[in-house]
């Protein structure tokens, strides 16, 4: 089993009711990027926007051979800027670029800016 992202397009105030499976997951921000919700991918960060908010997300548990691999960034969540003992776990965005530009970039989920 594996955690499945679906990064929405909505925010924390409109949603009235939890989803039938899964968790929706919100007060997430992105460092080193940005969450581009028209393309519903990863972009590059705005001038002056440090760390962004990132929209709710729906995360569920998937089998592993129902994991989406391609175009996705294997982006590490943390719980403060501090990296490295604060890691909780990585969630798989979507993105058109080559994940590789994202790592060289340090993009990280932070819990908390």
């Known amino acids: 089993m594996v955690l ?8 924390k105030e409109d949603f ?3 989803p039938r499976e899964g968790s929706y997951v919100h007060g997430l921000f ?3 990027a940005r969450w581009d ?3 519903g991918m990863i972009a590059d960060s705005r001038l002056k926007e440090l760390t962004p ?11 592993v051979d129902r994991q989406e691999t391609k175009n996705m ?11 490295g003992p604060t890691f ?26």
């Open 4 to 11: 499945s992202v679906d990064v929405t397009k909505k925010w």
């Open 16 to 18: 009235n009711s939890p």
């Open 30 to 32: 992105m460092e080193g």
């Open 37 to 39: 919700s028209q393309s």
């Open 53 to 63: 908010a990132c929209p709710v997300m729906f995360v569920k548990a998937t089998t």
């Open 73 to 83: 960034y294997e982006c590490p969540v943390y719980k403060t800027k501090e990296r």
């Open 88 to 113: 909780v776990w990585t969630f798989n965005l979507k993105t058109k670029e080559k994940p590789e530009k994202w790592a060289i970039a340090g993009v990280a989920l932070l819990l908390s800016a």
